[in-house]
């Protein structure tokens, strides 16, 4: 590997390659994410500018040209090295202004050149390692500009072994070779063109290559991600690979073993952080494959922050003084931004600080408690599960949303068979509901609420929060609290990263305050949006926090129900038929749920 590297002037030390020779550290890498970025004569009026168009306009403003050297890479950081090096299927650099990240994809291009597979060059009949690559942009002009720009700095028009096609408006091909470490040719034909009113499967319809490059490929289209993955890996033509004879023929004819394995398939793309909106925040974040690998750089006011030697000492301040909130997080702190159609609610949530790494299995001995949103008015309930965990954080496991249109009972009998499959070993449970839940129904009538509904259902109490208390303010303040933490370390909300991915994009920006019309003398609505299923969910854990934090009356452990497993493995609310939850042996009525829980 170091080879490889060396063959066109990456700076790797021994070390460095050990670590990544490990496939571990993909996973080391998530614990450093971030942004990076210049700055130029910026004043708070240009950041007034809303359109996406605008917006990119400010961002290549921003941007800052690396200090090239033809001569040598260094890599920006560790995270971007990992990027260069991975051999997935598909790799994103997401990263800030300025964090080296469009060089990062030149080199990460050139290392999967010197690792493609040994062929017999139909030219001269020499064997080669063959690599086409197509670099893709919305348009050709926008290539031209931006990343042919900084691919012909670091193999201008005179660069040995290179040779240059195309051009005027018209897609560019540079063929590049050189001699690799062991002694193999490699070749390295990279097309830059733009898409325009083309679809990726009609641009390269006929045309065989072994990988691509989506640049800014959050500019692309949805569905631009797995179009190109089905696109390439289709070079060289297989009847041209040399055969298991011919690479050990040729190893014995160099002097040492060669390596040469199937035709590569790569796709690779770089980007600023997106809003949520964005469709690469789905398919990376909310979709993630095996195959699919997000490399996001530390935040560029970190101190694990990359391509800081190529920055000036004041660069990321500068930006800070002169950029509003949203174009800091994104550009600067290197998160998923949130639609500058709202505010988001929790301006303090950060993934990397409240997601936690890996699924959040929950604990059989502790409580499990439960926040519902519900209500006979509405038609969107909604429930968040979670526990308390030493020394005291709130940990939120799972969330359950099955749409609009759904009713009490419906929603009671899917969070009954969720309790059954994932939560079967419980041996305690807490329900908290919104107050609404205990009115508008018929009394006179018969007809139970939509408190009652549940308790039928469920065959467990169900309390209501907060003293019966639904203040918007409170139930806001007590999920900042969380997100703040207390004295303790490790006490801040802990969500889990599979299980809550609806209740995630709420924090990320979906669960906003909508904004006003420009003639609104303030800018934002007092009360958050309330916007399915996103509003919904948010609600819930309002409620689980406020039943773990807030005060639930003096007979609390009445509603912590033991309960066992049934023979088949269900879950079951009694360890016998004739056992209440209520502790007792007569049953209770359904029309008193909710009233010792004030």
Known sequence: ??????????????????????????????????????????????????????????????????????????????????????????AVIMGPLGGGKTTACVFKRIYAASKAPIAWHPEDGKPTRMCRWIVLRDTFRSAEKTVLESWKQWFHKKYPGS????????PVTHTLRFMGADGVRVEVITEFAGL?????????????????????????????????????????????????????????????????????????????APTVDSWTYRDLIKKRTPDRYLFQQPSGRSEEAENRFNLEPDYYDRIVRNQEDWFVKRMVDNEFGYSRAGKPVYDAFDRRRHVARMRILTDPKLTLGIGIDISMNTLNPAAVFGQTRAPGRIIVADELYLGHGVGAARFGEALKQRLSEDYSNASKVRLWVDPAAEHGADQEGGQL?????LAVILGLPILIPAGGSNELGMRLDAVKAELRGYLEQDTHLLIDPERCPLLLEGFEGKYRYRKRAETAQTEYEEKPDKGHPHSDLHDSLQYLVLGFRGRTGAIRSAADADRAPRQNGGWSSQSGEKRSPWGGGNGFDPHQVGLIGR
């Open 163 to 170: 040779a240059w096609a195309g051009g005027n408006d018209r």
């Open 1 to 90: 590997m170091k080879g490889h590297l060396q063959a066109f002037g990456l700076s790797v030390t021994s070390a460095v390659l050990a670590r990544m020779r490990a496939r571990q550290l993909v996973l080391c890498i998530e614990r450093a994410r971030g942004m990076s970025g210049t700055i130029g004569s910026i004043t708070r009026d240009d950041l007034k500018k809303r359109d996406t168009q605008e917006v990119r306009a400010l961002v290549a403003r921003y941007e800052i040209d690396e200090k090239f050297s033809p001569f040598r890479y260094t890599p920006p950081g560790p995270v971007a090295q990992a990027f260069i090096v991975s051999d997935l299927l598909t």
């Open 196 to 272: 325009g009113e083309n679809s990726i499967e009609t641009m390269m319809k006929g045309r065989e290559y072994s990988g691509g490059w989506l640049n800014e490929i959050d500019t692309h289209a949805d569905g631009s991600l797995a179009d190109m993955e089905q696109r390439v890996g289709r070079y060289p033509a297989s009847k041209n690979l040399l055969t298991v004879d011919e690479i050990e023929a040729l190893g014995r004819q160099l002097g040492h073993k060669l390596e040469s394995g199937q035709r590569l398939r790569m796709v690779i793309g770089d980007m600023n």
């Open 449 to 453: 609420s939509a408190m009652e509904t």
